[in-house]
């Protein structure tokens, strides 16, 4: 078995940590489980969880030709294998396996086809410059995938050995990885009911399956070129007491007939506002970030709260952690209104919106149409500045231009040596100093 190594990218404040801890011990698995521990009738589920250890590999023997880095489209090819993992209430989770990719065969009653009874994680696996592949922060992702389970009702499983069925499936198809710093290769776990009755209830039955894409840029304009954007009270994205802060495919069905709209109004994505006062929420399929000088004359990047009907990205919270360790401006996360930002944009405070997301990272916004009238966003004209760095270092650790002095099989909760880099625009004593700010609990695997 090839060497592997957890490794700690982001450090989070203090009082973040608490917070994180605090809501571990609220969220639980179902209703059962406190800070990752499961007791009660969840103990029994998550004592017979799928073992990584048990892992079936029968992978393809017939190859498909790999495609050029340089021309991928996001999520239009996939790899020669899969991963499995059969559910049911009778007999808790099957053995896990990798096989070769094929369709699935579903009875046409299944509940993930009739009652959205399905989730989704995105995730990516990149190649270093030192020629490593690592996955980034692939812990949250985990976490993140049972609180979507717990809302869908679909079953409990260990994020850990998740993780480790997922690491072999990379392992297996490792020369998928591109050799690019600029694409990657996307990873997309996936849970659904396969319950074969047509009765509104929890089901008894379900998949858990992973299938892997090489990607390029996520827009079709590139990786790094502005968009416009349509901001319309008509469409809602997500409610309080829905499902806005899970990854479930209905969250994002229900938006594709607002975005054929504001493609059809010359915009690429939809603003997505709520309430009687249109407070800024999400971007697209990510979250969003305002940089301004608010109404306090203060430097601030702000993003809206997790209330329930923000999905708490991965890119989103290193943002946040990479920012608040920079300690150069205020970082908030609080309520923002059209009004505000119209009022904002006035008087010349705005620098710079962008959304943030696994896909595409950050992505700088130039305009945004609203009752009628283009907005002009500066992003672009300020740099832009904050959106690019940003950008930089998130790049920077995931192809791991730093590089961490850590032995086979090491898990580091805190890591405070020195960082290496290499091939750096800006300089490896600059890179050193400006990366070495490094973030917690951002566990990322590592092998050979």
């Not at 979507?148 to 850990?160: E, G, H, I, T, Y």
Request: glycine share 8%; proline share 6%.
């Amino acid at each position: 078995m090839p060497a592997y190594a957890y490794v700690i990218n982001l450090a989070l404040s203090k009082e973040v940590g608490l917070a994180v801890v605090q809501m571990l011990l609220m969220m639980g698995c179902h209703k059962d489980c406190t800070a990752g521990v499961c007791t009660g009738k969840t103990a029994k589920q998550m004592a017979e969880s799928f073992k990584a250890s048990d892992l079936i590999i029968t992978p393809a023997t017939t190859f498909k030709e790999k495609p050029d880095p340089s021309g991928l489209v996001f999520g239009a090819v996939f790899t020669d294998n899969m991963l499995t993992i059969e559910w049911s209430l009778a007999s808790g989770w099957e053995k896990p396996y990798i096989k070769p990719l094929e369709n699935l065969s579903l009875h046409p009653a299944s509940s993930a086809l009739h009652y959205a009874l399905e989730l989704f994680e995105g995730m990516k696996a990149y190649r270093g410059v030192d020629g490593k592949i690592r996955l980034f922060r692939p812990s949250l992702n985990m976490d993140r995938m049972v609180r979507s389970a717990r809302r869908a009702a679909l079953p409990c499983f260990d994020q850990n050995e998740l993780l480790q069925c997922i690491r072999k499936l990379v392992e297996v198809e490792k020369e998928w990885v591109p050799y690019s710093t600029s694409a990657s290769l996307y990873i997309r776990p996936t849970l659904i009911g396969t319950e074969p009755s047509l009765g509104v209830k929890k089901p008894t039955k379900a998949l858990l399956y992973v299938i892997l894409s090489p990607v390029g840029p996520y827009f079709a304009s590139g990786s790094f070129n502005p968009i416009s954007l349509w901001a319309d009270p008509k469409y809602v994205r997500a409610w309080k007491g829905g499902t806005g802060d899970c990854k479930m495919g209905g969250n994002y069905g229900a938006s594709i007939c607002a975005q054929q709209e504001a493609m059809e109004l010359g915009c690429q994505q939809v603003l997505w506002l709520y309430g009687e006062d249109h407070q800024i929420t999400e971007v697209g399929t990510m979250n969003l970030f305002l940089y301004w000088i608010n109404e306090n004359g203060e430097n601030e990047l702000a993003t809206p709260p997790l209330d329930g009907i923000i999905l708490p990205g991965v890119t989103r919270q290193s943002i946040l952690d990479l920012a608040r360790n920079w300690k150069e401006f205020k970082v908030s996360e609080r309520y923002i209104t059209m009004s505000d930002l119209t009022a904002a944009l006035e008087k010349n405070r705005v620098k710079e919106i962008f959304g943030a997301g696994t896909a595409c990272i950050v992505c700088p916004v130039s305009k945004i149409l609203y009752k009628g009238k283009h907005l002009h966003i500066p992003t672009m004209e300020n740099g832009p500045q904050l959106t690019t760095r940003l950008l930089n270092k998130l790049s920077d650790i995931q192809v791991m231009l730093l590089q961490y002095a850590l032995g086979p099989s090491a898990i580091c909760d805190q890591f405070e040596s020195p960082l290496i880099t290499s091939n750096c625009s800006l300089g490896v004593a600059q890179h050193q100093k400006e990366l070495k700010a490094t973030l917690t609990p951002a566990r990322s695997y590592v092998w050979e």
